[in-house]
């Protein structure tokens, strides 16, 4: 059984920030890439940050230079520090992580932490 539980969201103002966090719970499995995703209302999910198992990250170009994802392995969690927070980064973000069960890789998701940010 694989669960992945956020934490971090919330209201802040517009130039502030949040850092988020999803601790995987996970036995006997290995995670590969873990990163963020976002839904805001009358949106597709999109991807925000990732970043793998070796640390190799990657952003999307709406939140490069004011996002930072990290994780601690040993912890099986990822973090997402978000600075200078605009109106537009409001949505529900998704913490996932890939596993490797078997030889097999399944993507697992947390279940969502509002971010508002008003203006």
């Known amino acids: 059984q694989v669960q992945l539980v956020e934490s971090g969201g919330g209201l802040v103002q517009a130039g502030g920030s949040l850092r988020l966090s999803c601790a995987a719970s996970i036995s006997g499995f290995s995670i590969n890439a873990m990163g963020w995703y976002r839904q805001a209302p009358g949106k597709q999910r999109e991807l925000v940050a990732t970043i793998t198992s070796g640390g190799s990250t990657n952003y999307a170009d709406s939140v490069k230079g004011r996002c930072t994802i990290s994780r601690d392995n040993a912890k099986n969690t990822v973090y997402l520090q978000m600075n200078s927070l605009k109106p537009e980064d409001t949505a529900v973000y998704y913490c996932?992580?890939?596993?490797?069960?078997?030889?097999?890789?399944?993507?697992?998701w947390g279940q969502g932490t509002q971010v508002t940010v008003s203006s």
């Open positions: 996932y992580a890939h596993v490797i069960r078997g030889g097999v890789m399944n993507i697992y």
